[in-house]
């Protein structure tokens, strides 16, 4: 199913109804002005895919306006769903009083204060926020949406971040970013982990964008993402951008956090969301759009503004600059002239963490990867207050061993070993039988009051040029989502496409703790185990041995029944068969040959003929 609208100069915006069918929209009467901005979803993929396409002839606030409208029309009714089950994740379907002041007040500092490309580049993105919300307005016929339900949607990590009590909260996003290379070729990937809000309804967004530079020209940007419906950010913390004369790709880590003094106790904790350092940050997203505005590199945009949200206090973004790193493989084409070339100044990698900037192209090129899963800066490690513990510290973390561990396999089949590593998350010793710290992390086996969550893994080779992306919806190990798991599972909204989404499911295992039984019918409690599971489950070392559906478990049963009826009644009648044998007299076959040796050829016909004699 593909849906296509034409987008115009929204400057005389007025809905004017379907032009030609019911898949085209128009903004203004001039709409062929623009007809080169284009936008369609295709649900027919995998994964939901949108793409938008806008003009130069719009000001860059106009196009991210358009590039919002676009996908507020399209993917009107998957905003409103993800929305819905936003709130009711987060705040049991009612917003406090509080929340939307603190949004009001953001949204406030933000249009107030633009006085660098960093804040104009903040205040341009609200013009992006509004088009979503007039977006699903215009294809809904109807007032559902305004921009700050979307400015709330959006901050989904900064406000959930901000209310946390610990590290062990129900909503954790945890994202491991991996660069590696055997000298002629980089491969990246990327994990994440995080609760079923963010977790389904995903949408694959291409972006192009025809931005007016800061010296009056205009050159054309793509940006590719994973992103949720009406999220203007990529939610996995994986972006590329594709500039006319550079290529970068973007990763975002969200470190453990052991400082609770950076957490609000709760919701409902008014005076920390009246903070004025916390109003006056910015939400991280707007660097995904401010990074791509101007002709400046990602890197000097990170290097110069001096703004940092909430959330990039907990947060470490690995940068690689695409095109330096072919004008390295140009310049060096062997192996062995690697090292040399580094000292004429290349600039590849780079790792940003609050305001410390680190130049990892030296790492990258000896060693031959990179690790995004810890701070690489000891003075960040102290603020977060990580333990000094093995799979925290920033040399010798379990991860980075994981890693060296794989770097000869990885030499010899890259993507398979990659896929490994990605999905090593077996609770082993070498994690520390800490699920969580594996590449794909596993929250669904710790003590906590609910651990529903989904991983998303994506793997990447440069030399593909961003045609492949490789969704590990499916990791080794696991079983499929089942709705019953999840809390006020009858309350959600939306096609889920539950055939497509997968979670980490342990079973009904022992470790399971406080968490459903999903194999057993009503929802049992793992406490009960399988004895009061359905009939036809059985269980065999801790787990609940079954199929993804209850019904395939209780067929098979049965099948193995009828199985074994019809094999029982073939042992016995085999039984009465040699019983009768046996009773009857015995008989002896005795070869009869003609006196010269020869067998008739009626003889030969019949096989060995017998005379049968009756023993006395």
């Known amino acids: 199913m593909l849906l296509n609208c034409v987008l115009a100069n929204y400057t005389s915006f007025s809905w004017a109804g379907p032009l030609h069918n019911k898949n085209t929209i128009k903004i203004s009467p001039d709409y062929l002005a623009d007809a080169d901005s284009t936008a369609f979803l295709d649900a027919d993929s995998p994964v939901n895919t949108v793409f938008i396409n806008t003009s130069y002839v719009n000001t860059n606030s106009d196009q991210l306006y358009l590039t919002g409208f676009a996908e507020g029309y399209v993917c009107a009714q998957m905003i409103l769903d993800f929305r819905s089950n936003y709130l009711l994740d987060q705040f049991n379907s009612s917003v406090p009083d509080h929340i939307n002041a603190f949004n009001q007040k953001r949204l406030q500092f933000i249009n107030e204060n633009v006085y660098n490309q960093f804040t104009r580049a903040a205040k341009a993105v609200l013009s992006q926020l509004q088009g979503i919300a007039d977006g699903v307005n215009a294809a809904l016929k109807g007032d559902y949406l305004t921009i700050e339900d979307v400015f709330l949607i959006n901050q989904l990590q900064s406000v959930s971040q901000i209310r946390a009590k610990s590290k062990k909260q129900n909503y954790f996003h945890r994202s491991s970013g991996i660069v590696l290379t055997d000298n002629t070729e980089l491969y990246l990937a990327h994990s994440s982990a995080k609760s079923y ?47 006319q004369d550079s290529q970068y790709i973007i990763l975002q880590n969200q ?57 990039d206090q907990l947060s470490g973004y690995l940068m690689v600059d695409v095109d330096e790193f072919n004008r390295l493989k140009s310049d060096c084409p062997s192996p062995q002239q690697l090292l040399e070339c580094y000292t004429q100044n ?18 990258l090129l000896t060693s031959g990867l990179l690790l995004l899963t810890d701070p690489v800066n000891p003075e960040f490690t102290q603020v977060l207050k990580i333990p000094d513990e093995q799979f925290y510290a920033v040399n010798n973390s379990v991860r980075y061993n994981l890693l060296k561990y794989i770097y000869n ?42 651990q529903y969550g989904a991983c998303n893994s994506q793997i990447f080779k440069l030399s593909d040029r961003y045609s492949k992306w490789i969704y590990l919806n499916v990791p080794k190990s696991t079983r499929k989502f089942s709705f019953a798991q999840l809390p006020n599972y009858n309350q959600m909204k939306g096609n889920l496409q539950l055939n497509e989404q997968w979670v980490f499911s342990g079973g009904c295992g022992p470790k399971n703790y406080n968490s459903r039984c999903d194999e057993c019918i009503n929802g049992f409690d793992i406490t009960s185990r399988c004895q009061q599971c359905a009939k036809g489950y059985v269980e065999i070392d801790g787990k609940c041995l079954s199929e993804d559906d209850p019904k395939n478990n209780l067929g098979i049963v049965i099948a193995i029944y009828v199985v074994s009826m019809l094999v029982l009644a073939v042992v016995v009648a085999l039984l009465v068969w ?10 002896e076959y005795k070869k009869m040959e003609d006196r010269d040796g020869y067998v008739s050829e009626e003889d030969q016909s019949l096989g060995t003929i ?7």
């Open 409 to 450: 396999e990885f030499i010899k089949d890259p993507i398979n070993s990659l896929e490994s590593l990605l999905m090593f998350n077996d609770n082993s010793e070498i994690l520390n039988h800490d699920s969580r710290e594996g590449f794909a992390p596993r929250y669904d086996i710790q003590n906590s009051d609910q």
């Open 346 to 363: 290349y600039k590849i990698s780079y790792i940003f963490e609050r305001s410390y900037i680190l130049d990892t192209t030296q790492q």
């Open 255 to 311: 470190y453990d956090n052991f400082n609770e003094d950076l957490y609000a106790p709760g919701i409902y904790d008014e005076t920390v969301f009246e903070q004025t350092s916390i109003i006056e940050s910015y939400p991280a997203f707007m660097v995904v759009m401010g990074a791509s505005m101007y002709t400046q590199s990602p890197i000097d945009f990170f290097s110069a503004q001096q703004n940092y949200s909430y959330l």
């Open 197 to 243: 809000t963010s977790g389904f309804n995903r949408i694959h967004k291409h972006i192009q964008l025809g931005y007016h530079t800061v010296d009056s020209t205009t050159r054309k940007t793509s940006l590719q993402f994973l992103g949720c419906p009406g999220i203007i950010h990529p939610i996995d913390g994986f972006i590329q951008i594709i500039g």
């Open 578 to 587: 040699m019983c009768c044998f046996l009773t009857k007299p015995k008989t």
């Open 610 to 616: 017998g005379e049968v004699t009756v023993p006395e």
